[in-house]
């Protein structure tokens, strides 16, 4: 079900959508992990036996990392980056939609951009909880 997010209700979810984030990550290093493995038995003489085992387990990873994607977005948050670590919570300033950013290393929603902007356009919060959502 699809919601805007307050500044306050952004930050009440944070981390819980923080530790999911966080699974989504390790997964991702295990999609990482076993590419390599990959691609090193493909540089070695490998057998056919060993390949498909990698290549399914690969199968295996990546269907988990899109489900962890699903599980974190259930949250009401858009992944925008992985790699980066970002992620945006739909809100409104005003009547306006907008997003309200969240950086990985941050303890709490500090900044909005509007909806057609990237994370070099965020903006400080400068208003108040009521004028959002």
Known sequence: ??????????????????????NLQKKKQEILKL????N??????????DYVVLKQNLNSAITRFYEAIEDLENTGVVLKSVEEGLLD?????FDEEVWLCWKEG???????????VGFMGRKPLDVSDESLV
């Open 1 to 22: 079900m699809f919601s805007y997010f307050t500044i306050a209700t952004a930050n009440a979810v944070l981390p819980q959508v923080i530790e999911k984030f966080k």
């Open 35 to 38: 590419e390599a493995e990959m």
């Open 106 to 116: 941050e303890k709490e929603i500090k900044f909005w951009h509007e909806k057609d």
């Open 40 to 49: 090193a038995q493909m540089s070695a003489s490998f057998n056919f036996a």
């Open 89 to 93: 919570f739909p809100s409104k300033r």
